[in-house]
């Protein structure tokens, strides 16, 4: 009995570190711990669903290891939910339901089996008949915490916002202490649109566990939009030190702007780029915004454009301090160049794009080297990171990158020579080298 | 100043016919606004704005349902990378996003998006309240971008009572919030839009006005808004460089016209939102700047739902409207809506002229002129539309018009029709004084023809020496003083009877005064005149054919008057086919040729046995012409006691046969014919007035041949055609010689006579030419001896036997004609055996006459009874008369024998 209380507890708690996963995933469409809704969001990628499975599985891992312990209700009961987990174990959820459901056929008031069924189908995107299993389980045992988590989730996945927001709270009058209950109540309240309870549900998550860093970020917006910038900013900070790139996303907007925090540029930018780094396009969005501004020199904004030149080289200077070996003349010029002449040509290529992404010139000039002719045993020619960052801020209409790309397609380096696509980059170009490679392409037969 | 009041009186009634029916009349006015905006041709709308529209592809990429607020987020950051000068979105943010769609991170997101682009407006729905709270608004609740204004001041406008359908988040960050109310009118088309809705202190205004505000860089202190005349942007900065204020025109509700262009966005510049979707994902910057730089974005949510009327179409969503509104505005294009009171004004103006155009040029040209009128104000109303844009009001001004003109024709018909009554009146009363007048003078010419011979016999009493011949001279002074006064009696009378009969003739002339008739219309009746086999080119006869046909569809009586042979029973035929009567029977009776005694019978019927000789039942005239039309000729003539009769009849419709003892039912028309002046009989009593005025429904006057000389030569060829076809001899004519000889005919009896004559010269010739030889034309001359009774007789009777005129007309002293009267009178006096009415009758030959030769002849005689009255016996009264009556014509003395002893017999 007790095994089968831990697989329950276990289980629930893989739906919350899926929203974990969730939170801290590179991909930039808001996942969440619900399975995919059949109307309004698409299926959840692949990579998703094995993270999920994965986590299931180990959950399963945990309750058999504990299982020795226990005393069966019944020896066929435990021996079909013994074959359900093993079936969970190969990903075969159609199979573990069932065996679950022979389970229950022989012994109907079991907990853990229905509790697993209504799980297993929840997984599979059965929320109706995931609802009903366990409405049963609470109709057997109304004291389960877990089981009225397990509801109000399912409810959510079906937008029943008043009904999920009854379960929950009669959870956590069973167990004020469950994290989770606060967090999806937060969730609820919210979408209910009541910001206030929100914001409630979200500090009482942290009272128990203060190093939760989604719920940290959930809060850090709430108070955001109650207009609170100063509060949001300080839970978003919470949430972008432990690695969430959506806060860190949106504390550098709040740095950019001097909402709820001094106006710094580069304090933004940094934060941007740990979000970029970790694949937040908005983030992307925001550095080549800053990046336009720099360089194509708008004239509504030179004052902006000058902030921005500031703030990025302020960011090459912070990168110059993560190599406190290399000489300081040499940081100000590039870290990167600085790498390559040492030989670290393997280490510098990383760097050099980060100080080339934050317009450093040198950094731009050895990447169009090292891209045409590699490092001698270090690096070969052609290198696909250096052709990804040359393209990327080609589209962003940078001129030299432009001209560099356009180089590449006419001269064919590491990708097939296209000279129509070379002309079209070229086109409009004010740099010289771009206007005099743009007459040798039109000369060219 | 009559017209005046016909304008003010029908202004009135228009506009309380506005009270009474305001829906149906706004419906109509506010119509044909709608067709002028369906028909015009759509003007681009301004090129400063862009919308973008979610169609069925976008829905398909997106979802048809909400969005992810991220990628609206996604949308306003590029828009506004891309030099979008405002975006504005109307799409719902008034729902937290739930987990599925992005949760709160993808509203922060929109939020930081909206924030960071600075050039956000979002439209949020205002929910309406009876009353204005006059609290101040709570902090929070309402948007830095509302001008604050007076709440007393702008207490007429809507006032809103909670705000819904957007997200404080969203709102903080907004640029602009505008509110998408937008009310239909009564007949539910959505033709206006309120500019700003009261909320509290705070003035909200329209989500296509918070757009212009944002677009034109308007801050809410700049904002001056004044109700019922304008509101006025201080200092607005045009996209062409140029500052100025933009006033737009708002009724006192705050609402202003939409003037929309083309029906949905299709005069917009537009783009599907995957379009920009897909040149954001491929990083088309140069694109998208192309697209939207400088412009309004408007993001348009899909069309489905609830739709909305206005004026172009039907399948418009409140956004749509919005847009309309914001090219509206940034166009300049405001339509203004004149005011109730200047509709008033024009009404009274134009139904002011259009009477007086009616009541001074009348008929067709009245008309003619008043459609002119209002076609005048028609094109004025769509000049002012279409270059001034200004709607001018239609129904009201348009209506009253109409009105005015029906009213102001049917007023004058009203006043001619009550003026010819009191014309009728004046006229009887003048008859009435004629005849009175008439009588004087009789009485008063035989008291100076009584005094002369008295005054003659005194003299010749005087001469004899007698011994009394100074009393005699004294009796003879007295009459010479009497017959001086009463001369100068006579002479006053008869200056009477001129003036009399000069106004009478005046009034004649009043009442049948005819409009002159165009040459085209000449043509035209004519040629109708010939079908109906009135032959003439006459305009006189023309206008009476002309008045035939207008009133022939009524069922109002007709009297004809005319000659003898004028052809009254022609006319009334075209009365009867000209009517709605015509397939029903005409029946045509001559009141002079029915016997006194079976005048009953024959117009009423009688059953079988009412008298000797009703063997079966018979139907009278007025059965036979059940539904028809009787035709009642020689009227005059009918005796006085048949005249009650057919008044009855003639009023209630009813009549019994002779004998019947139930009545029977008669529709009628009746149309009556007479050479006699019945105003005068009625004057004269001898046709009643009742009758008269019943018959006298409309009254047509027939002129004699004589007075239309130009339709002799017509009559003439006509008729010799036609007996000449009646015999089979073609090719007949009538020499010019012959046609001269029948101008200068008098033609007493009209074309009667002169068909008669024709018929018989046609039977009579040889040839093939009529010449004036054929025509056997009695020689026009005086009667042989003009001293024989028949010529003086003549005479008397053709100047009405005034004794004056008489002795003018035949060069005799007055004397002279008065003893030839004298004598004619005792010998009809004797002829007729005492009776005095027969004998005037005789004598006079016109019942019209009777009267006066009547009085005549008992003067005459009781002259002569005075006379006698001196004499023992008639021998010497015989004596005594024959100096006294020594004038008298000798063949007449012995009808004065006869009647003295006749009066000494009788004593």
């Not at chain 2, 029906?263 to 954001?280: C, D, K, M, R, Y």
């Not at chain 2, 009849?649 to 009746?670: C, H, N, S, W």
């Not at chain 2, 007493?748 to 034309?777: F, I």
Request: hydrophobic share 45%; glycine share 6%; charged share 20%.
């Amino acid at each position: 009995m007790k095994a089968l209380v831990v697989l329950l507890s276990v289980l629930s708690m893989t739906a919350l570190s899926l929203e974990n996963v969730s939170a801290v995933s590179p991909d930039d469409t808001e996942k969440t711990s619900l399975p995919p809704d059949q109307t309004a969001a698409p299926a959840p990628p692949p990579s998703q669903q094995g993270q999920a499975r994965a986590e299931l599985r180990e959950a399963v891992r945990a309750l058999t290891k504990q299982r020795d312990g226990a005393h069966p209700h019944s020896h066929s009961a435990e021996a079909y939910l013994e074959v359900a987990l093993a079936l969970i174990e190969t990903d075969n959820l159609p199979g573990a339901i069932a065996q679950l459901r022979e389970a229950l056929r022989l012994q109907p008031d079991s907990i853990p089996a229905r509790s697993g069924l209504g799980l297993a189908l929840y997984h599979m995107g059965d929320v109706d008949s995931a609802i009903e299993e366990y409405r049963v389980v609470l109709e057997l045992q109304p004291n389960l915490a877990q089981a009225h988590i397990n509801l109000a989730m399912a409810l959510m996945a079906k937008h029943d916002w008043a009904a999920a927001r009854t379960e929950l709270q009669s959870a956590l009058r069973l167990q004020p202490d469950l994290v989770e209950g606060h967090y999806n109540l937060g969730v609820v309240q919210y979408t209910m649109g009541n910001l206030s309870g929100a914001i409630e549900a979200y500090r009482q998550a942290l009272r128990l566990k203060p190093d939760f860093a989604d719920a940290h970020y959930n809060l850090g917006l709430m108070l955001k939009l109650a207009n609170q910038p100063a509060d949001a900013v300080q839970e978003l900070l919470a949430a972008a030190r432990a690695g969430l790139p959506k806060a860190q996303y949106f504390l550098g907007a709040a740095y950019a702007s001097g909402n709820g925090v001094e106006r710094n540029l580069a304090v933004a930018i940094t934060w941007w780029f740990r979000a970029a780094e970790q694949g937040m396009s908005q983030a992307r969005e925001s550095l080549a915004q800053q990046r336009q501004l720099a360089l194509l020199k708008t004239k509504q904004s030179p004052v902006e454009a000058r902030a921005a030149v500031e703030a990025f080289k302020d960011f090459r200077a912070q990168i110059a301090k993560e190599f406190p070996d290399l000489n300081a003349n040499v940081a100000e010029e590039s870290v990167g160049v600085s790498l390559v002449r040492q030989g670290r040509s393997q280490e510098a290529v990383p760097v050099l794009i980060r100080e080339a992404y934050a317009l450093s010139e040198p950094a731009q000039a050895e990447l169009e080297t090292l891209y045409e002719n590699g490092a001698d045993g270090q690096l070969k020619p052609y290198d696909a990171r250096i052709l990804t960052y040359f393209k990327t801020t080609a589209t962003e209409g940078l001129p030299r990158p432009r001209t560099v790309l356009a180089l590449i397609y006419a001269k064919g380096l590491g990708v097939p020579q296209d000279l129509t696509k070379a002309g079209s980059l070229l086109k409009g170009n004010p740099n010289e080298d771009a206007q005099r490679l743009l007459k040798e392409i039109s000369a060219a037969p | 100043m009559y017209a005046a009041l016909i304008g003010l009186l029908t202004t009135v009634i228009m506009l309380a016919g506005w009270f009474w029916a305001s829906n149906s009349l706004t419906a109509l006015e506010w119509s044909m606004y709608d067709a002028w905006t369906r028909l015009k041709r759509p003007a681009r709308a301004s090129p400063w704005i862009v919308v973008i529209n979610r169609d069925a592809a976008t829905d398909a990429r997106f979802g048809a349902g909400a969005w992810d607020h991220a990628v609206l987020a996604r949308f306003i950051t590029a828009l506004g990378r891309a030099g979008a000068a405002v975006i504005g979105l109307e799409f719902p943010l008034g729902e937290p996003s739930p987990p599925t769609r992005g949760g709160i991170a993808s509203d922060a997101m929109l939020s930081e998006a909206t924030k960071s682009s600075g050039r956000v407006v979002y439209p949020v729905r205002v929910n309406l309240s009876e009353v204005a709270p006059p609290q101040q608004a709570a902090p929070g609740t309402v948007h830095p971008s509302w001008p604050i204004v007076k709440t007393d001041q702008l207490r007429s406008f809507r006032q809103a009572e909670t705000l819904t359908g957007l997200l404080p988040a969203f709102a903080y960050q907004a640029k602009g919030v505008g509110h998408t109310l937008v009310l239909a009118d009564e007949d539910g088309v959505v033709r206006r839009a309120p500019l700003y809705v009261m909320f509290n202190d705070r003035a909200i205004p329209a989500f296509g006005l918070a757009l212009t505000a944002t677009f034109l860089q308007v801050a809410p202190e700049q904002v001056s808004i004044n109700p019922g005349g304008a509101v006025k942007f201080q200092e607005a900065r045009f996209p062409d460089g140029r500052t100025a204020p933009l006033i737009t025109p708002i009724d006192t509700r705050g609402e202003t016209l939409i003037n929309y262009t083309g029906e949905g966005t299709a005069a917009f510049t537009s783009f599907s939102f995957l379009e920009i979707w897909n040149a954001l994902e491929e990083k088309e910057m140069e694109k998208l700047r192309e697209w939207v730089g400088g412009k309004v974005v408007l993001l348009l949510p899909t069309t489905q739902g609830p739709t909305i009327r206005t004026p172009v179409g039907r399948h418009v969503s409140a956004a749509i409207i919005q847009a309309h509104l914001l090219n509206t505005l940034l166009s300049g294009n405001s339509v203004k809506q004149a005011s109730p009171i200047s509709g008033v004004f024009g009404a009274l103006l134009l139904t002011t002229v259009a009477a007086w155009l009616i009541l001074s040029l009348g008929g067709w040209k009245g008309f003619a002129s008043t459609a002119v009128l209002a076609a005048s104000y028609l094109a004025i109303v769509l000049f002012t539309l279409s270059f001034g844009g200004w709607i001018l009001p239609v129904v009201m001004p348009l209506g009253a018009l109409t009105l005015a003109t029906a009213g102001a024709t049917v007023s004058l018909h009203l006043t001619a029709s009550y003026r010819m009554r009191l014309m009728e009146g004046a006229m009887l009363r003048v008859q009435q004084e004629l005849v009175a007048v008439r009588e004087a003078l009789v009485c008063q010419e035989s008291n100076t023809e009584g005094l002369e011979e008295d005054l003659e016999e005194a003299r010749a009493a005087a001469a004899r020496p007698t011994g009394k011949e100074q009393e005699l001279l004294q009796a003879a002074d007295i009459l010479r003083e009497q017959l001086t006064t009463a001369r100068t009696q006579e002479t006053a009378t008869r200056h009477r009877l001129q003036e009399l009969e000069h106004e009478l003739q005046s009034l004649r002339a009043v009442t049948s005064e005819t409009h002159r008739l165009g040459d085209a219309e000449q043509e035209r009746l004519r040629l109708e005149c010939d079908a109906l086999g009135i032959i003439t080119r006459d305009p006189q006869v023309l206008a009476v054919f002309r008045d035939i046909k207008k009133g022939a569809r009524s069922s109002l009586s007709v009297l004809i008057m005319g000659e003898p042979g004028t052809g009254k029973e022609l006319f009334a035929r075209a009365v009867h086919r000209l009517s709605p009567r015509a397939s029903q029977p005409f029946i045509a009776i001559n009141m002079a040729a029915i016997s006194p005694e079976l005048f009953e019978s024959e117009l009423f019927g009688h059953v079988r046995g009412s008298f000797t000789g009703a063997m079966g039942d018979r139907k009278g005239y007025f059965e036979l012409a059940h539904q028809g039309t009787i035709f009642m000729d020689e009227i005059g003539d009918l005796r006085l006691e048949h005249q009650g009769k057919l008044l009855r009849v003639l009023q209630e419709k009813t009549f019994y046969r002779v004998g019947a003892t139930k009545p029977t039912m008669i529709d009628v028309r009746v149309v009556a014919a007479t050479n006699k002046d019945l105003q005068r009989g009625v004057s004269e009593g001898w046709f009643r007035e009742d009758l008269y005025f019943r018959l006298n429904g409309m009254a047509l006057r027939l002129p004699p041949l004589r007075e239309r000389r130009q339709d002799l030569a017509l009559l003439a060829e006509r008729f010799v055609l036609d007996a000449a076809a009646r015999i089979g001899r073609n090719g007949l004519t009538l020499s010019e010689e012959a046609l001269a000889a029948l101008q200068a005919q008098p033609w007493k009896g009209n074309v009667r006579e002169l068909y008669h004559c024709l018929e018989q010269a046609v039977a009579l010739v040889e040839g093939n030419l009529l010449t004036k030889h054929d025509l056997r034309l009695a020689p026009w001359s005086p009667p042989p001896d003009p001293n024989s009774d028949e010529a003086v007789l003549d005479c008397l009777r053709q100047q009405e036997f005034d004794m004056q005129a008489t002795a003018r007309a035949l060069s005799w002293d007055r004397s002279t004609v008065t003893q030839h009267l004298k004598g004619m009178g005792f010998r009809a006096l004797v002829e007729s055996g005492g009776d005095q009415a027969k004998a005037a009758l005789t004598l006079a030959g016109d019942p019209a006459l009777v009267r006066t030769v009547e009085l005549k002849l008992l003067e005459y005689y009781e002259h002569l009874v005075k006379t006698l009255q001196e004499f023992g016996t008639p021998e010497e009264a015989i004596a005594a008369c024959r100096k006294r009556f020594k004038n008298l014509p000798d063949r007449h003395y012995r009808f004065v024998e006869v009647l003295i002893r006749k009066h000494f017999d009788r004593s």
